[in-house]
């Protein structure tokens, strides 16, 4: 295995013991940000640690079996919970043993197919959080990613708030009036904005993002380029405008939350705000899994401009197996 390889695998899967959960996948969803990387080979050496996903098999830089966002149903464990819908931080497998504490029960009225959202909806109110957007402030969102467009439709919900979401795609206008934000192209920006949030995952996003940003502004970057070098446009007016670039990441809850909020609370939030009809906008049709070999390298290689792309493991009916596909 390598760069710009995919292939499934079966693999024997434990019976739950004591404390644990046996989960049969229903969907699970692709992060077309840190995925991308980790297809590409382009995972620095100096973040193989921390890049590791949790139940993740093998070791940067190859083979390894990644991803973060399954959604299944409980089939052993505690009578309590079998039948129970979850949310597990998985890699692609169709079959399952984990604590089951990692398994985060999805509310009742969220679908299935949307609770594959949560990881990314976890990132965009880390981000909310970290760039401290208040009622009434005016924001530019750099990107309509799913994470770019998770940020403005929370940013949107709060009163009195202006969002425009900044994407070089026009066909991103519709979603985002759709999501309660305006939209510009970047040369059509205004500027001034009280905060702006950079989520495109290009340099040049960035340098957007600096441009739009209004007296002492915060510019919150939520991109993360893996081993790519970038430039910013710090010279001009960004030490004269007093301009503060800060960094997002979901690996810590920010300082101002960390002694009240743990991750577990954090992820039944981000579930919790999954109650949003709005939100199937984001969601592409789903791949099946003997097909995401084929399809999932044309998503990668920018082939395919899609949103959140789901792969459908089984039907939404019970049933037994022993083997899993990762």
């Given at each position: ?16 013991g004591p404390?644990e ?11 077309l ?10 995972i ?12 993740q098999?093998?070791a ?6 990644y991803g ?6 409980v ?8 039948g129970e ?14 604590p089951?504490?990692?398994?985060v029960?999805v509310?009742?009225d ?14 965009a ?7 401290g957007?208040?009622?009434g ?17 929370l940013?949107a919900?709060?009163?009195g ?8 795609d026009p ?10 934000a305006d939209?510009?192209?970047?040369q ?15 340099p040049?996003g ?5 441009s739009?940003?209004?007296?002492e ?5 939520m ?5 790519q ?9 960004f ?22 909020w ?6 039944e ?18 791949v099946?899994?003997d097909d ?14 899609v ?20």
């Amino acid at each position: 295995m390598g760069p710009g390889k995919l292939e499934l695998r079966e693999e024997s899967v434990p019976s739950p013991g004591p404390g644990e959960v046996l989960v049969r996948t229903l969907y699970s969803a692709v992060s077309l940000g840190t995925e991308r990387l980790v297809f590409s080979g382009r995972i620095p050496e100096s973040e193989w640690s921390r890049m590791r996903a949790p139940f993740q098999a093998g070791a940067f830089p190859f083979p390894v079996k990644y991803g973060y966002a399954a959604v299944g149903e409980v089939v052993e464990g505690p009578a309590g919970r079998v039948g129970e819908r979850v949310f597990v931080l998985h890699p692609h497998q169709s079959l399952f043993t984990v604590p089951a504490d990692a398994a985060v029960p999805v509310p009742h009225d969220v679908p299935a197919l949307r609770a594959v959202l949560a990881a990314n909806m976890e990132t965009a109110l880390n981000g909310l959080w970290d760039a401290g957007a208040s009622p009434g402030d005016h924001i530019a969102v750099v990107g309509g990613g799913v994470v770019g467009l998770l940020v403005a439709r929370l940013c949107a919900k709060l009163p009195g708030t202006r969002v425009t979401l900044v994407d070089v795609d026009p066909a991103r206008a519709d979603i985002a009036q759709r999501l309660g934000a305006d939209f510009a192209l970047p040369q059509e920006a205004a500027g001034e904005q009280d905060i702006v949030i950079h989520a495109s995952g290009h340099p040049a996003g960035l340098d957007t993002a600096l441009s739009l940003a209004g007296q002492e502004a915060l510019v919150l970057e939520m991109s993360w380029y893996g081993d790519q070098p970038v430039s910013a446009s710090l010279g001009g007016a960004f030490h004269s405008r007093r301009l503060t670039l800060k960094s997002s990441q979901v690996g810590q809850v920010p300082p101002a939350r960390r002694a009240r909020w743990s991750y577990r609370r954090r992820m039944e939030t981000a579930l919790s705000l999954l109650r949003d009809d709005a939100l199937d906008l984001l969601l592409e049709t789903p791949v099946p899994i003997d097909d995401a070999p084929r399809v999932l390298p044309e998503v990668f290689s920018g082939h395919r401009r899609v949103l959140a792309q789901p792969i459908v493991h089984n039907h939404e009916e019970t049933v037994s197996r022993d083997a899993a596909t990762p």
